[in-house]
């Protein structure tokens, strides 16, 4: 599941999760949530090819 970070006060699976805090959620539970949690983008795994000579 991706990780957001809430943007307000959220209770989720019975725990409180601050301003700030992280937190995994399904794309529904995301989007029902709307601007009340951000999605935490991660860097590309990917190699960056390298120079051919």
């Known amino acids: 599941m ?3 970070t809430a ?3 959220l ?3 019975g725990a409180i ?3 700030g805090g992280e937190v995994e959620l399904t794309e ?3 989007e029902r ?3 009340k949690v951000t999605i935490i983008e991660k860097p ?3 190699k960056k090819s ?3 000579e």
Do not use: C, F, I, M
Request: charge should be negative; charged fraction near 20%; hydrophobic fraction near 20%.
């Open 33 to 35: 949530l709307g601007d």
């Open 7 to 9: 943007n307000a006060y």
């Open 50 to 52: 390298e120079p051919q």
């Open 17 to 19: 999760v601050q301003t």
């Open 44 to 46: 590309s795994t990917r």
């Open 2 to 4: 991706p990780k957001y």
């Open 28 to 30: 529904e539970q995301a």
């Open 11 to 13: 209770v989720h699976n």
